[in-house]
Structures are given as structure tokens and as C-alpha cells.
């Protein structure tokens, strides 16, 4: 149990066009949904958090209108890249909670690589 | 703020006994997790300790030493497919995880 999708698992864009990535949890209600964003070699960075029904949580210094996140179910959301740039190139990981799950547990999707040419 | 510090890389022997240390700074504290991440992979959840002691599970263990700010990983019996990324992660302040930097762990045969 407990298994998160993303799709697509990569995705080339051009610069300037917008990219939409899901995440989806399969056999849970995610009642909590986290984006996160890794570049090569280095740590998971947590760009927001959302609730079902509830505007994101977005960490300082991620841009609100450059990433698009929406949690309109308990099994889906979506964060959307506006305008991408090459140095938003980089491995994007959600991650999702559900009811009766421990507050400590996570379960990660397998992760979106969006390059940008 | 919150920070981890992990060392970079590990390497160690198949069938031997390696530890992953993680200090951490943070402004409240939870608990403290240990996640794997084999290249281009999710990361997957490996323990979790909110008290100080150690936690067992199968061939990894984990240790947390509140007063200390400290916790290892301890991968016991190594095999060739646990050479991946481990990753410590703190639950702290309004409950938002913090990831450690990484360590990167080769086993040689």
C-alpha cells in the first residue's frame, strides 16, 4: 500500500512555455501533499506544502506565481512551472500523507526530471 | 532555522558494518528520519526516532541522542544493492521536515 505516481517521469520544455506535472496517491487519501525540488548530488529541498481544499504553503523564497501548486482532491495534485527557465532544470519529487498514516510518515512519487532547453 | 550535516561520502566493504552520522540544528524537534535513495530514484523511508535509544529493523538500525542533536544509521551485513544516497530528515517546527545533505554510500564487493 501507500503508492504515489508522477507523471510525466521527464519532461523537456523550452524556455519561456509552462510544464505541468501530477502527483497521485493510488490507494490513499492524501490529505497532505509536499513538493519538493532536487538538484544532481544534492539534498531534497521542500518548496510547499499543501491540504486538500487549502492554498499551499509555499517555503521562503519559492516563487508563488512561478510554481503552481493545486491539491483539488485527496488523490491529486499538480505543480506547474510558469514560464520555465534552464535553471529551473532540476529532479521535482512530491510526496503525500494520508488520514490514520503517522504524522512522521511520507511516501515519495518517483520523481519528475524537467529539463529546459 | 534548521540544518543537517552528513558526511558526503562512505564507502565500505560487503558483509561489514557501516554507520551514517547526522547532527542536526533545529528549532524544535520531533523526531528524526533516515530515508534511501538509489540514483534517479524517490526516496524511501528506512526509521524514525522521536525518543533518544535505538531503533531496529532487520539489518538497519537506527540511533537518536536528543540531548546531543545526533543520530546514526547503522547498516549491518552490507550488500551490494544498499550502495544509494541515505538522507536523515528532522521533523521540527510546525511540523515541516528538513533533509540532511546526503551521504553517499559505495559498497565494494
Known amino acids: 500500500g501507500a503508492v504515489v505516481s508522477q507523471h510525466p517521469s521527464r519532461v523537456i520544455c523550452k524556455s519561456g512555455t509552462s510544464v505541468k506535472i501530477e502527483c497521485r496517491s493510488l490507494d490513499f487519501q492524501a490529505t497532505t501533499m509536499f513538493w519538493y525540488r532536487q538538484f544532481p548530488k544534492q539534498s531534497l529541498m521542500l518548496m510547499a506544502t499543501s491540504n486538500e481544499g487549502s492554498k499551499a504553503t509555499y517555503e521562503q523564497g519559492v516563487e508563488k506565481d512561478k510554481f503552481l501548486i493545486n491539491h483539488a482532491s485527496l488523490t491529486l495534485s499538480t505543480l506547474t512551472v510558469t514560464s520555465a527557465h534552464p535553471e529551473d532544470s532540476s529532479f521535482y519529487i512530491c510526496?503525500?500523507?494520508?488520514?490514520?498514516?503517522?504524522?512522521?510518515?511520507?511516501?515519495f512519487g518517483p520523481g519528475t526530471r524537467l529539463t529546459v532547453t | 532555522g534548521q540544518s543537517l550535516e552528513q558526511p558526503s561520502e562512505v564507502t565500505a566493504v560487503e558483509g561489514a558494518i557501516v554507520q551514517i552520522n547526522c547532527t542536526y540544528q533545529t528549532s524544535g524537534f520531533y523526531g528524526l528520519s533516515w530515508y534511501q535513495q538509489h540514483d534517479g530514484g524517490a526516496p524511501t523511508f528506512l526509521s524514525y526516532?522521536?525518543?533518544?535509544g535505538l531503533e531496529e529493523t532487520g539489518r538497519f538500525s537506527s540511533f537518536l541522542s536528543r540531548s546531543d542533536s545526533y543520530g546514526y544509521l547503522l547498516l549491518q551485513e552490507l550488500q551490494m544493492k544498499d550502495s544509494a544516497s541515505y538522507f536523515c530528515?528532522?521533523?521540527?517546527?510546525?511540523?515541516?521536515?528538513?533533509f540532511g545533505t546526503g551521504t553517499k554510500l559505495q559498497v565494494i564487493p
Open positions: 510526496s503525500a500523507r494520508g488520514k490514520g498514516q503517522k504524522i512522521y510518515e511520507q511516501y
Open positions: 530528515a528532522v521533523r521540527g517546527g510546525y511540523q515541516k521536515v528538513t
Open positions: 526516532n522521536a525518543l533518544d
